[in-house]
């Protein structure tokens, strides 16, 4: 049975489905394609009649083939759509979650099959709503910059879009049952990043209730210096000078990924422990890098709970996967020989141990878990921060050496569709991967609705506070006290080049 919606656009037909009502592929903005490609986004164009949401929409150009629950959906850049899974279209003000998905600026998309929102909001009586943005050279790479842009380029398009659905959703969710006034951004990995960039930009202050930054590492984002390097490596591989930039705006999208996919292969070599496709700061959206727009004071106001699995290192430090983090001892003296006011000797020291542990170790407390403990200290300054790291290893991951590997949680928050990576988690995983699921769903849940995870499921996870509490979820969950502290003694806070 059809589902009427009336917006300020037109009418949306969703679909009611067991326990919930859905409706996907909504677009947020125009699309970006002919005069707006590279540009910012521009509000929806208004439509006459019913239109059908019941599919998916398409996804952002990019490598490889994506795992999505709608098995039509193709790569294109007519892709600014968000989805949304609510209770009822009833007039209630329910907690609303947008989730942003992660994969380094350059993969993802709203419709993984392991991050699917009906089943949350079915079990909590919350809005879940998943966006898509502009990925890699389409909205992720600063080409603005370069001397031959001729204005054919805005800056930090993918961000722009994020905004633009964040204010889409402020506008129209009360139409779907939700709370305009109750909008918590939650996002892993890059998305992680996303949400962190989002709650530290001006044009957003005050429109965000709070904050869920799974596997967040905070300086993914990169400095005008860093920015342009990458927009001239990707050039460089389309085989354009710096006065030809303008060329970009007319190449198929399939060139343009696969050169952006070539420059990240490559920048281990160049700039490791960041990424090329990555917003940049500019003098508007983002005008610091968000780590520090924290520790200025930035985020006061807004709920955050935030955390890192115990192994985050292992799948960016083994093989050819070795595309974020250093993988030989050569690369790793590029970056230490720039960073010399590290101990790195007596990192070194401590971290003896087999040469792909010892890069996953190094990149895990660089690019991960100390600068999100920063934030959390500095968060707490302000309001209530509740900080986890996940440790339990499932066994199909232990068989493959990943352990606790980057994002392992966030799939147990959605939990419901058993497929694809959450059914591969869920392999042999017993009672113990049961009940773990049931703590992280219920107490992420309890956090949307009233900023507090503390639930039936975990009563006793208190915040950060001074005493810096890390709630630790394993075969037994634990609370412990300061426990990066012998970390941070040995690293400091190393910033990877300027960022």
């Known amino acids: 049975m059809d589902i009427l919606v009336k917006t300020p656009y ?34 929806v164009q208004p439509w006459e009649g019913i ?28 892709c600014l759509t968000l989805n949304i899974f609510t209770p009822g279209c009833d007039g209630k003000k329910r907690p609303v979650a947008v989730w942003i998905h992660g994969g ?25 709503v998943s ?3 502009r990925l890699g050279a389409f909205g992720q790479v600063d080409f603005s910059c370069l001397s031959g842009a001729r204005g054919r380029f805005d800056t930090n398009c993918g961000t722009w879009d994020q905004v633009a659905a964040v204010n889409w959703v402020r506008e129209n969710i009360a139409l779907f049952g939700g709370d305009p006034e109750c909008i918590t951004l939650m996002g892993e990995s890059a998305g992680a990043s996303s949400v962190l960039t ?15 930054m799974e596997s967040l590492p905070p300086n993914l984002i990169n400095t005008r210096e860093n920015g342009r390097r990458a927009a001239m490596e990707v050039l460089r591989r389309l085989g354009l000078t710096e006065e030809e930039a303008w060329k970009v705006a007319e190449l198929p999208a399939e060139i343009l990924v696969d050169a952006v996919k070539e420059t990240e292969d490559a920048w281990v070599d160049i700039r490791p422990y960041t990424i090329p496709t990555a917003p940049v700061v500019d003098a508007d959206l983002i005008p610091k890098l968000p780590f520090d727009a924290v520790m200025d004071g930035a985020a006061k106001g807004i709920r955050v709970l935030m955390g890192t699995t115990r192994d985050e290192g292992t799948m960016f430090a083994r093989g050819k996967k070795g595309d974020l983090f250093p993988t030989s001892r050569e690369q790793f003296g590029k970056f230490a020989a720039a960073h010399p006011e590290a101990d790195w000797e007596k990192i070194l020291a401590h971290y003896d141990t087999e040469p792909e542990k010892l890069w996953a170790e190094l990149g895990k407390e660089i690019t991960f ?7 959390a200290r500095r968060l707490s300054r302000d309001g209530q921060v509740y900080l986890y790291r996940f440790d339990h290893a499932f066994p199909m991951l232990r068989l493959l050496r990943l352990g606790a590997v980057h994002c392992s949680n966030s799939v147990l928050v959605f939990g419901g569709k058993r497929e694809g990576y959450i059914k591969f988690l869920g392999l042999f995983s017993g009672m113990t991967g049961k009940r773990l699921s049931d703590q992280v769903h219920r107490s992420w ?6 900023g507090d995870p503390n639930c039936d499921a975990i009563p006793d996870w208190p915040p950060f506070g001074e005493e810096e509490h890390t ?10 006290k300061a426990a990066s502290a012998q970390a941070e003694s040995l690293f400091g806070l190393i910033r990877p080049w300027g960022n």
């Open 10 to 43: 037109g009418t949306l037909a969703g679909t009611r489905e067991k326990g919930f009502v859905s409706f996907l592929g909504v677009p947020y903005a125009a699309p970006p394609v002919g005069q707006l490609r590279f540009r910012r986004p521009q509000p």
């Open 51 to 78: 239109r059908p949401a019941k599919r998916y929409g398409d996804y952002c150009p990019q490598p490889g083939k994506r795992e999505t629950l709608e098995k039509e959906a193709l790569p294109s850049e007519d």
């Open 104 to 128: 380094a600026y350059m993969t993802g998309c709203a419709s993984e099959a392991s991050r699917q929102g009906g089943w949350l909001c079915r079990r909590e009586d919350i809005v879940v």
């Open 131 to 133: 966006i898509q943005y």
């Open 198 to 212: 989002l709650m530290t930009a001006p044009c957003l202050r005050g429109k965000i209730k709070g904050a869920v």
């Open 369 to 375: 878990r100390l600068p999100t403990v920063a934030l």
């Open 445 to 450: 849940a309890k956090f949307l609705a009233w």
């Open 471 to 480: 709630f630790v979820f394993d075969k037994m969950c634990r609370v412990e």
